[in-house]
């Protein structure tokens, strides 16, 4: 079953309000979520590094402000996406490792339109 | 940096055949995963295979088998007995035991079609 969920799995909003989506590791903790982006078609690229107490560790270019993130507990990191435009629209995965140097689980992903 | 090169954009194979998606990969580092991943429509990341850089022996899961040549940084997925269920995005991921946080280095993907 799955080990990493996502909720929303689909959101349309319009631009200029935020969003934010949650990534949950299921049965088990998680000291580091990842946050990728994946345009169609495309790779998953790396948006951030999110680590629970501390602050987030972004890829360059990665626009810090635009996308908050917060590693709240040990099973919940969540990202919000700050006044989004229509650019901003794509799919959002997030991921998790279990265990110490063990294989990465994904979430479900998220679909954002930004209308 | 490390990278991952994955230079098939698409492959087709035919039902029951079987299909070799390549991998190389560059890095300076002696003790590294290697992971094949399979996004299908759905697009959920599915685990397909993970080899260890330190074992010689080849991985196997099921249909699915590497051919993992060390020296050469080469990771290719062989997948035996094509099944229509195989179609999917399929990635070729590398990661470093030492780095920080662990992160996932991504090849650019390869679409797999099979045929019936």
């Known amino acids: 079953g799955a080990v990493v969920s996502q909720h929303p799995s689909w959101v349309i909003c319009k631009s200029g309000t935020s969003v934010k989506i949650e990534c949950r590791s299921l049965d088990f903790q998680a000291t580091t979520m990842f946050w990728y982006r994946q345009f169609p078609k495309q790779s998953l690229m790396l948006m951030a590094t999110?680590?629970?107490?501390?602050?987030?560790?972004?890829e360059q270019g990665v626009e810090k402000d635009k996308f908050l993130i917060n590693h709240a507990s040990l099973t919940l990191s969540t990202l919000t996406v700050t006044s989004a435009h229509p650019e901003d629209s794509s799919f959002y995965i997030c991921?998790?490792?279990?265990?110490?140097?063990?294989?990465?689980?994904f979430g479900p992903g998220t679909r954002l339109l930004v209308l | 940096a490390q990278t991952v090169t994955q230079s098939q954009p698409e492959m087709s194979v035919q039902e029951a055949e079987t299909v070799t998606l390549s991998c190389t990969y560059d890095t300076s580092e002696s003790d590294y995963y290697l992971f094949w991943y399979k996004q299908p429509p759905s697009r959920q990341m599915i685990l397909v295979i993970r080899q260890e850089a330190y074992k010689q022996q080849n991985a196997t899961e099921n249909r699915f088998s590497v051919n993992f040549q060390k020296a050469a940084k080469s990771f290719s997925l062989k997948i035996s007995d094509s099944q229509l269920g195989d179609a999917a995005m399929y990635f070729c991921?590398?990661?470093?035991?030492?780095?920080?946080?662990?992160?996932?280095?991504f090849g650019a993907g390869t679409i797999l079609r099979v045929k019936s």
């Open positions: 991921a590398y990661r470093n035991i030492m780095e920080y946080g662990n992160k996932l280095v």
């Open positions: 999110s680590n629970e107490g501390s602050k987030a560790t972004y």
């Open positions: 991921s998790a490792p279990r265990g110490g140097r063990e294989t990465q689980y």
